[in-house]
């Protein structure tokens, strides 16, 4: 039985939709639990806009992530309706009249919605992410890498990728996406610690090609193919 947070009632001509959202404060409750609740909902209302409002009306103690509200911070990703999307990218009117909302997947909870980014920030950080400097100083290849950098560590890749949850120690969709671009601008001294990272366990051999990450890509990346490049480049 739904027991909503809330109690508006239907009126002439507002669209409500019922709400659900995961609910767990690890320092708090001992097991996870769904709070429900009844919104209007306008035509170009996201979900984000929805979550504002049952947070600054209905719920204060709710917690989730966001920043620009524009997709270009990545910060509001979540599971909406079983699929990995950004909150503020996903109109409310696009997903029927009941709308689930859980946190990410394969990263530590924090508090309801919002989860710790730390473990795939930290394997970025492990291929290396830097550049050669040309002679005169200036960074190689830094305009290109700009340019063809549209990826926003916004963690859905990595919340539904198959090998991340059985294997932990698998580097994941962003860091070996991210490794393929910097590897694309050219030789430089770091390949050869990214070759000894990739080719090793965890690496871009133990993908297995499910395609389960590029198909949530807010940017259109597709990381498998990425991986794919590497794999061609160094072949066992």
Not at 22 to 40: A, C, I, L, N
Not at 76 to 96: F, H, P, R, S, V
Request: charged residues 20%; proline residues 5%; hydrophobic residues 35%.
């Amino acid at each position: 039985m739904k027991a909503y947070n809330n109690d508006l009632i239907a009126g002439g001509g507002i669209n409500l939709v019922d709400v659900k959202i995961r609910r767990f404060h690890p320092g708090k409750d001992q097991h996870p639990y769904y709070s429900w609740f009844r919104v209007e909902s306008a035509a170009n209302q996201t979900v984000l806009d929805i979550l504002t409002v049952i947070l600054q009306e209905h719920e204060l103690s709710l917690s989730f992530r966001f920043s620009c509200r524009t997709g270009l911070c990545g910060s509001c990703g979540m599971i909406i309706n079983d699929e990995e999307k950004l909150a503020c990218q996903t109109l409310a009117n696009t997903l029927g009249q009941e709308i689930t909302l859980e946190p990410l997947k394969n990263y530590p909870l924090i508090k309801d919605l919002t989860v710790d980014l730390t473990t795939s920030y930290s394997k970025y950080k492990k291929i290396a992410p830097a550049f050669a400097k040309n002679h005169d100083g200036s960074i190689s290849g830094i305009s290109r890498y700009l340019k063809h950098f549209p990826c926003l560590h916004c963690g859905l890749c990595y919340s539904k990728c198959k090998v991340v949850a059985i294997q932990p120690s698998f580097l994941g969709p962003i860091s070996l996406h991210q490794m393929y671009v910097l590897e694309d601008l050219g030789k430089n001294p770091f390949s050869n610690y990214r070759k000894q990272m990739a080719t090793h366990e965890g690496g871009i051999f133990d993908c297995m090609s499910f395609g389960c990450c590029g198909a949530v890509c807010p940017q259109s990346i597709n990381p498998m193919e990425s991986i794919h490049h590497l794999q061609h480049k160094w072949k066992k």
